[in-house]
């Protein structure tokens, strides 16, 4: 492995380097996002919003069918 580093130029080294930050740094993002308590209960209410939204859409698509 150290070898493939080795035989890169400046330009692939930099360009990896900017890869492996931008994946870091999504990485703890995401691991930020996840672990804020409030984050969670958000995206638990959205969920069941949209659940509630298709059950009244699927409602009425059967009243309009009947």
């Known amino acids: 492995m150290l070898e493939i580093l080795q ?3 400046d330009d ?3 360009l ?3 890869g492996l930050a931008f994946m870091g ?9 996840h672990a ?3 984050n969670k209960l958000n ?3 959205q969920i069941a919003q949209k659940s509630e ?5 699927n409602d ?7």
């Open 7 to 9: 035989t890169l130029s």
């Open 36 to 38: 804020n308590p409030k």
């Open 60 to 66: 009425q698509n059967q009243r309009r069918a009947a």
């Open 43 to 45: 995206v638990q209410n």
């Open 12 to 14: 692939q080294t930099a």
């Open 53 to 57: 939204k298709v059950d009244e859409q």
């Open 16 to 18: 990896l380097g900017c």
């Open 25 to 33: 740094a999504t990485v703890m993002l995401m691991m930020s996002f």
